[in-house]
């Protein structure tokens, strides 16, 4: 899972994109410091792995991993190449999910591109962007399949229209991931790469002082922005996460509970990506290994192995699976196969989030 974190410049992309991978991108009070993108990997929280190596104590235990991407910041006219927009424009287009970080904190050493601070201007400015970009990739698109269509190619001509359709619901404002869609015209989307299909999330990054307080009128304002695009927002301060990092686990985790907080930035924001993506979590288990998987909800054994290693999903069997809570009830493998906690499945089960599988196939 890749995570692309964007927002205009100065809202403090760079502070979260380090406070949630431990990185050190550079972070400064002008526009643009950052250029080139920052990549950090992160391992998912999910205690139950842990809980899992506890009982089967397995020399090697890996988690399931996301990727953060921290994007330069955009700004108005990014579609037209304004700021370099046209290269930041691009590397959003190989991320799954939007991270769109909102300015909800005051602080007269940290400049604002509009010298103010106003999240409902900033959201549109961010979101117009996008959908700009988009109008000029299907236009292009559309000029040439229209050109093409007097060959009187069926397939051609279908996707003409279609995209004229698609331009006119962009031109009105409206971004893909809200459009309804055949799943024939799915097919078409996919192979766009646009950006409004992405899904996304809020940040809404606010002072240390405010992070549990509704007194903050740019969270409010934010919030309802959020609330009437039907998009999740998760109140932040990149400044406090950064420095709960030199802390040690237990005193953030005390910290946390002070502060009303159910989990770090990290947690709340890979638990709101994992529902967004609609994704869910496996694991395998053998002499070597215990490790976690991220798939999507609804994969079936097949492509499931297909993750682990190409050959188990060209030469699948079937698959041996016990759910987390079962295991857990057991206390031990031996315990869970004795009361017959595991079975056999085959290329029509649909993995469960929590299944631990051992799969059978042939090279």
Known sequence: MQLGIVGLPNVGKSTLFNALTMGNAMVANYPFCTIDQNVGVVTVPDERLWKLKDILNPPKTTPASVEFVDIAGLVKGASHGEGLGNEFLGHIRN?????HVV????????????????PEFDIDIVNTELLLADIKVIEKRYDKANRSAKSGDKNIIEEAHFLEKLLNLLKSGIPVRKMEFSDHEKEFIDEYQLLTNKKMIYIANVGEDSISDDSNEYLKSAKKVAKEQGIEIIPISSKLEAELNELDPEEKKAFLSEMGLQGSSLERIVKASY???????FFTANENELRAWSIKRGTLAPKAAGKVHSDMEKGFIRAEVVHYNDLISAGSMKDARDHGFIHLEGKDYAVIDGDIIYFRFHV
């Open 95 to 99: 991320v799954d999910a939007i991270l």
């Open 103 to 118: 300015r909800c904190f005051d602080d007269e050493n940290v400049a604002h591109v509009a010298d103010k601070i106003d």
């Open 275 to 281: 529902d967004l993506l609609d994704l869910i979590t």
